[in-house]
């Protein structure tokens, strides 16, 4: 088992802006760790940093208490998944798993020794003999994944690895990988995505990256935490953006009013919400954005205290739950998410409700405040 550490960790190619910056961070011996974020966001280069196939720009990197700056892969002690596969076309399931082993010396009884208890784990025992060709995506994924576990790795690096299988077979696999890091249980693991849920899912930490612009301001990393923390406590308005699908509602506004029981917000339109925060930092008049999931705010018939008068624009209908959409005369339409089949239709005149203990606050620089209570 192996931990890692990260400090400062960025990196820049021929003295452009760092694609990766300042990135610190600590995964624990057994941990599930996920980076995510959008395209760009250096994911993949930071994965491929910690395997040592790219190089370290500056800050230091140590796995297992070893510093590695400077070593190569094989002395890493990590093994890593590729989004392709990257199987041996002319060799068997057996070969292609133990194919590693042979070039590190190890005996034919112990290759044979191992590749047999990761195929049990896998669940591929029947698929040995076959090659390659005759797999299905999510046999030829498991097939990687048992070649990259037989090495008994100390870090186990994943770089996208559903990326290429069906919605379906996305969606066994990450069940299939859960059971398998569960079951195994020794190597400290690292996986790339850029799905949401994936990460949500899986991990025991996400670490959220930024993109563009954002990299250079901030730094790479926008949040660090367990994945229902980033849902529930956002550090800011994108991570409150990126997490969760469909996405936190946003309305614009100024600081009417800083109270014990909050912060009132004036929105553009006149209208005032009510947000249950710890405003101490603001001043009236400042730049706002008022925050609520869609599963926390209420269509009510009747105008009242935290509403905004709505327009139904579109309804979504799928069967355990609906969403409608609505235009509140904002740049984005507003969602919320209603149980099972809902009465809600086409054009209706409707007033969304926003509770304020639900409501998050973002000042002008998009930081979150700390919620009350």
């Given at each position: ?96 798993i133990a194919f590693g082993l042979g070039l590190a010396g190890l005996e034919k009884t112990e290759i044979k020794s191992r ?44 770089d996208e690895p559903l990326s290429n299988l069906d919605a379906a077979l996305r969606t066994q696999m990450r069940v299939e ?197």
């Amino acid at each position: 088992m192996a931990g890692v550490s990260l400090n400062k960790v960025s990196k820049s190619y021929d003295g452009m802006p760092p694609v990766v910056r300042d990135v610190t961070l600590e995964i624990a011996n057994g941990e599930f760790c996920v980076f995510v974020g959008p395209s760009g966001c250096g994911k993949s280069t930071l994965l491929r940093m910690v395997a040592g196939l790219e190089d370290i720009t500056s800050g230091d990197m140590a796995i297992g208490g070893q510093r590695v700056n400077d070593l190569a892969p094989s002395e890493r002690n990590v093994s890593m998944v590729f989004q392709n596969y990257a199987l041996y076309p002319h060799m068997d399931v057996a070969t292609n798993i133990a194919f590693g082993l042979g070039l590190a010396g190890l005996e034919k009884t112990e290759i044979k020794s191992r590749v047999e208890r990761i195929a049990g784990l896998l669940q591929i025992e029947r698929l040995l003999s076959r090659l390659p060709r005759a797999l299905s995506g999510g046999q030829r994924q498991r097939v990687a994944i048992g070649r990259a576990l037989v090495r008994d790795p100390g870090v186990f690096l994943f770089d996208e690895p559903l990326s290429n299988l069906d919605a379906a077979l996305r969606t066994q696999m990450r069940v299939e990988i859960a059971r398998i890091h569960r079951e195994y249980g020794k190597a400290s693991t690292i996986y790339v995505t850029h799905d949401q849920v994936e990460a949500l899912t899986l991990a025991d930490k996400i670490v959220l990256l930024h993109s563009g612009e954002a990299v250079t301001r901030f730094g790479s990393v926008a949040q660090i935490g367990a994945p229902m923390d980033l849902y529930a406590n956002p550090a800011n308005l994108f991570v409150a953006g990126f997490i969760g699908s469909p996405k936190m509602n946003f309305v614009a506004g100024t600081v009417e009013a800083i109270e014990a029981s909050g912060v009132r917000v004036k929105t553009a339109s006149g209208r005032r919400l009510q947000a249950a925060v710890d405003g101490s930092r603001l001043t009236v008049g400042a730049s706002v954005t008022l925050g609520s999931r869609p599963e926390h705010v209420k269509l009510l018939a009747d105008e009242g205290e935290n509403t905004l008068p709505c327009g139904v624009h579109w309804v979504e209908r799928l069967g355990d739950q609906t969403f409608a959409y609505l235009d509140a005369g904002l740049s984005e339409d507003l969602l919320v998410r209603l149980g099972g089949i809902s009465a809600v239709a086409l054009n209706d005149a409707v007033h969304l409700h926003f509770p304020a203990e639900a409501c998050h606050l973002f000042d002008g620089d998009g930081i979150a405040l700390p919620r009350l209570g």
